[in-house]
């Protein structure tokens, strides 16, 4: 450990309002990225297998009231 | 040879291929950057000069090089679009341009806050500063270039042949510590020569650098499966996978 303590390692020597904004806005990004790529995928899947339900309902239909 | 060229550009053989190889990217890139992040924050000496300021590096350097990378890859991608027309390339472009933005604006934005304590201002009008803020500026045109269009083969011509033509700053970036008077320090890490650093700082750099290039996988493999799935909705291989699932599992994702 470069610090003494965590409330050193935390006081960053004076430093800690810059240390710690850029590397909790990288953390954020990353986080958030990972986050939406997650939802986006989920969405997507839920998406078109709603829109293939809806077909085979329509075409089972038209099989029914020619 | 030109069999295996478009085999590799098929989106199913991508999709299947990336299925096997995407959880591996995924745990590469969160231990790298946690085992990076512990190391670079807590156990790394703090600099003699900047003190422990110098901490912002960790950040700083992976995300503007992954700035770069991401934009080499686009015009990569936006060439091979524009040549031979392969749509994997560009769907791998539509996700990685915010990805790149993002980068650039996080190195931008650590190189602002670090510069206030060690050169006293967080901003200067200098090669490096400036040819950078003009990077975020082009993946932003690009990815608005993208959607300006009524059809998506034009839209993503356009954005092909515009990373292709914003690449010539990629070297303007590189050369601009060295060819200008300037604030920036110069490379860390070169092919040629030992960091300056000695080696108990830079190697969790190099931890940290390698972390940001398995989470760029990662998330581009991830972004470009549901790129896949949504333009080619209505393809038999693409419904069958769709109805094999309960909707939103973990599996291959």
Same mark, same amino acid.
């Given at each position: 450990? %470069?610090?003494?303590?965590?409330?050193?390692?935390? %006081?960053? *020597? *004076?430093?800690?309002?810059?240390?710690?904004?850029?590397?909790?806005? +990288?953390?954020?990004? !990353?986080?958030?990225?990972?986050?939406?790529? /997650?939802?986006?995928?989920?969405?997507?899947? /839920?998406?078109?297998?709603?829109?293939? /339900?809806?077909?085979?309902?329509?075409?089972?239909?038209? $099989?029914?009231?020619? | 040879?030109?069999?295996?060229?478009?085999?590799?550009?098929?989106?199913?053989? #991508?999709?299947?291929?990336?299925?096997?190889?995407?959880?591996?990217?995924?745990?590469?890139?969160?231990?790298?950057?946690?085992?990076?992040?512990?190391?670079? $924050?807590?156990?790394?000496?703090?600099d003699?000069q900047q003190?422990?300021?110098f901490?912002?590096i960790?950040?700083h350097v992976?995300?503007a090089i992954?700035?770069q990378?991401?934009?080499?890859?686009?015009?990569?991608?936006?060439?091979?679009?524009?040549?031979?027309?392969? /749509?994997? %390339?560009?769907? &791998? &472009?539509?996700?990685? &341009?915010?990805? *790149?933005?993002?980068? +650039?604006?996080?190195a931008?934005?650590?190189g602002?806050?670090w510069?206030?304590?060690t050169w006293? @201002?967080?901003?200067v009008?200098d090669a490096r500063l =400036?040819s950078m803020?003009?990077?975020?500026?082009?993946?932003?045109?690009?990815?608005? $270039?993208?959607?300006?269009? %009524?059809?998506?083969?034009?839209?993503?011509?356009? &954005?092909?042949?515009?990373? !292709?033509?914003?690449?010539?700053?990629?070297p303007i970036i590189k050369y601009s510590v060295e060819w200008w008077n300037t604030l920036h320090q110069p490379a860390t890490f070169t092919l040629t020569e030992r960091p300056a650093m000695?080696?108990?700082m830079w $190697?969790?750099l190099?931890?940290?650098?390698?972390?940001?290039?398995? #989470?760029?996988?990662?998330? =581009?493999? +991830?972004? @470009?499966?549901?790129?896949?799935?949504?333009?080619?909705?209505?393809?038999?291989?693409?419904?069958? !996978?769709?109805?094999?699932? @309960?909707?939103?599992?973990?599996?291959?994702?």
């Amino acid at each position: 450990m %470069a610090f003494d303590s965590l409330h050193a390692l935390v %006081a960053m *020597g *004076g430093h800690a309002p810059y240390v710690w904004s850029a590397w909790g806005v +990288t953390a954020a990004l !990353l986080v958030a990225s990972a986050v939406h790529a /997650r939802a986006e995928r989920r969405q997507l899947i /839920r998406e078109l297998q709603r829109r293939n /339900r809806r077909e085979r309902n329509l075409s089972e239909r038209e $099989l029914h009231e020619p | 040879m030109w069999a295996f060229i478009h085999k590799l550009g098929s989106p199913k053989w #991508f999709y299947a291929i990336s299925t096997r190889l995407l959880p591996w990217f995924w745990a590469a890139a969160a231990v790298l950057l946690m085992v990076g992040a512990a190391w670079g $924050l807590a156990f790394a000496p703090s600099d003699y000069q900047q003190g422990n300021s110098f901490r912002i590096i960790y950040v700083h350097v992976p995300a503007a090089i992954l700035a770069q990378s991401c934009f080499v890859a686009l015009a990569v991608a936006g060439g091979i679009f524009l040549v031979w027309k392969i /749509r994997l %390339a560009d769907m &791998a &472009a539509t996700v990685i &341009a915010p990805f *790149g933005a993002a980068m +650039t604006f996080l190195a931008l934005f650590s190189g602002a806050v670090w510069g206030v304590p060690t050169w006293g @201002t967080w901003w200067v009008w200098d090669a490096r500063l =400036t040819s950078m803020l003009i990077q975020l500026f082009l993946y932003l045109g690009i990815i608005a $270039l993208r959607g300006a269009f %009524a059809s998506r083969d034009s839209g993503a011509k356009a &954005a092909s042949v515009l990373a !292709l033509v914003g690449v010539v700053n990629i070297p303007i970036i590189k050369y601009s510590v060295e060819w200008w008077n300037t604030l920036h320090q110069p490379a860390t890490f070169t092919l040629t020569e030992r960091p300056a650093m000695p080696v108990e700082m830079w $190697l969790p750099l190099l931890v940290m650098v390698l972390g940001f290039y398995c #989470f760029f996988i990662a998330l =581009t493999l +991830t972004r @470009t499966r549901s790129e896949i799935l949504r333009r080619e909705s209505a393809k038999r291989w693409v419904r069958e !996978l769709v109805e094999g699932r @309960t909707g939103g599992d973990t599996d291959g994702l």
